[in-house]
């Protein structure tokens, strides 16, 4: 049974959607073989555990480099939180704040 991905509103899925064109195709890659294989098999330099619950797709293209966070819920499930083009070194306290505040909404009504 391959995993279900879903993004957490259509905002988040729309940001993404605009990312460069390298980038996304590299974004694309990652999730499919999330989906095929679970976030637990993919691991740096494409998925990273941010700690929390919280886990990061690290999609890098000639154009820049996009990050997204995304948790796993039961049932094979996983919702992608945010995403982001990068800009700086470390990642910016106020995705990972704002991850935080979504994947509380999101257990708490699943």
């Not at 974004?27 to 098999?41: M, R, S």
């Amino acid at each position: 049974m391959s995993w279900n991905i879903d993004f957490y509103d259509t905002k988040t899925m729309k940001n993404i959607t605009k990312w460069p064109i390298g980038i996304k195709a590299k974004f694309t890659w990652i999730v499919e073989l999330i989906k095929k294989h679970g976030p637990q098999e993919i691991r740096m330099p494409h998925v990273r555990t941010m700690g929390n619950g919280l886990f990061e797709i690290r999609a890098k293209g000639k154009e820049g480099i996009g990050r997204s966070i995304f948790c796993v819920l039961s049932g094979k499930r996983i919702t992608i939180l945010t995403g982001f083009i990068k800009k700086t070194e470390k990642t910016p306290n106020m995705e990972i704040e704002l991850s935080i505040k979504r994947m509380k909404e999101v257990i708490k009504n699943e």
